[in-house]
């Protein structure tokens, strides 16, 4: 990649940063306008369900607000977030098993922020970062601009291998997703984030821990996070946008004591603060325990998405085809038979009425062409099976002698 800015030109009196040469579109963007195509059924996207937004909730919070407190919700605000709701969070988090203080919690726009927040304070150019292989496409988008190394950490699949952190020595921190991980779907074990943990305090390899999907969980809740392991070395994200709606964007970052200067002086200079009106309604939703009367019932949505895809990837995917059952989360991942190109593969799976995500954005090493992400929350179970099958076709037209070779096949 160059680092070289765009040189000024006579049509022109703009000259772009460095940095922008760093910055593309988002793959993922790209393949959503995909979706706005007329028949076409979409896995692709990493939206939850729109049907899991509590509106009424919503609505009577917003009303409420607007009533009793209307000149404070639309005011200029605190950058550190609404106190009663950086106290929520912290209330929350100790009851799962990480001690925190209000004073530690940062109310951010989405934890998309949090990782640019993250990325401001920690990176300068040519500093190393570590990241899963797949890792999150948005959170490389998010290092990019501050032109780190990246470093792929080796991977099983129950994620990252403890001894292989000894190759991210010197990196200013890991960043890490725990739980039903976007795009892989996998959720870490309890003995191996208690080997990563004290991996990385072992190396003094900060930590970034992400943790959008935690609360999906369909069976079982996740094992503690990383964080309430080694909580002087680890920042954690966490955010509303899967369990009450996106739009919101609201998350926080859980930062340790001495770091959290840094990172509001960061959040002061990019916004000021975090929406107030939102902050406010937020948590007049949530102040009363309603996330676990509302939860589990995006939990029981979701597994029954889930159960649809496994049952449809078992009766129409090729031989040759891999993947895990995620016990949470949005996502399945799919490995193609070995050269199979899921890029190249996917105007034919649009033709035929199907979108997913190829694999290759989610690796900032060499890229696995042979991957794909599946979303099975936004699609009907009954659209699940058509689209499944679909894709299925869209596969052995392309690959019809790799495909019928047998190989093996993991549900
Ligand atoms: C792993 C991960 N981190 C962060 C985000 C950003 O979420 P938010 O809506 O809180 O900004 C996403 C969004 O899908 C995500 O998948």
């Known amino acids: 990649m160059t680092n070289v ?5 006579p049509d022109t009196p703009w000259r772009l940063a460095r940095r922008t040469a760093r910055m593309n579109p988002s ?37 409420k607000v ?9 005011q200029y605000a605190a950058s ?9 969070v912290a209330v929350q988090m100790t009851a799962q098993g990480l001690s925190v203080d209000a004073s530690q919690v940062l109310i951010t726009t989405g934890s998309q922020q949090g990782l640019d927040l993250v990325a401001k304070v920690l990176l300068d150019a040519g500093s190393m970062v570590a990241v899963e292989s797949p890792t999150y496409l948005g959170a490389l988008q998010a290092f990019a601009p501050y032109e780190p ?13 403890p001894d292989a952190l000894a190759a991210a020595r010197g ?8 739980n039903f991980q976007n795009p892989s779907g996998r959720c870490i074990g309890e003995a191996r984030r208690a080997a990563l943990a004290e991996a990385a305090r072992a190396l003094g390899l900060p930590i970034v821990e992400d943790n959008p999907y935690g609360d999906l969980w369909f069976d079982a809740p996740p094992p503690r996070p990383l964080a309430s392991r080694w909580p002087e070395g680890t920042i954690y994200l966490g955010s509303f946008s899967k369990v009450l709606a996106p739009g919101l964007r609201l998350g926080y970052v ?3 004591k001495a770091m959290f ?3 509001l002086q960061a959040k002061q200079a990019a916004d000021l603060h975090t929406p107030g009106f939102n902050q406010r309604v937020v948590h007049e939703v949530v102040r009363d325990g309603f996330l676990d009367r509302h939860v589990p019932t995006i939990r029981a949505r979701y597994k029954a998405h889930r159960d649809a895809m496994r049952s449809a990837l078992e009766a129409h995917m090729p031989r040759g085809c891999r993947w895990s059952v995620p016990v949470g989360g949005m996502f399945f991942w799919i490995e193609l038979p070995a050269g199979v190109d899921a890029t190249a593969l996917l105007p034919r799976a649009v033709e035929l009425g199907v979108a997913y995500v190829p694999g290759a954005a989610f690796f900032a090493d060499e890229p696995r062409a042979n991957t794909l992400r599946l979303s099975f929350v936004t699609v009907a179970p009954a659209q699940i099976e058509r689209g499944v099958a679909l894709l299925a076709q869209a596969l052995k037209q392309a690959q019809p002698a790799t495909t019928d070779a047998a190989a093996t096949l993991t549900a």
């Open 149 to 161: 190394e990246v470093l792929s950490v080796a991977c099983d699949d129950e994620g990252p291998l």
């Open 80 to 88: 550190e977030g609404y106190a009663p709701l950086r106290e929520w």
């Open 66 to 74: 607007l009533r009793e407190t209307p000149r404070e919700a639309l």
């Open 261 to 263: 200067p840094k990172l």
């Open 27 to 63: 793959v993922i963007r790209e393949i959503l306008k995909l979706t706005e195509l007329p028949g076409v059924l979409s896995m692709a996207g990493g939206l939850p369900s729109p049907d899991t937004f509590p509106v009424e909730a919503m609505r009577a919070a917003t009303d």
């Open 254 to 256: 859980i930062a340790p």
């Open 5 to 9: 800015a765009a040189a000024p030109t």
């Open 171 to 178: 990196a200013r921190f890991l960043y890490l997703l725990p």
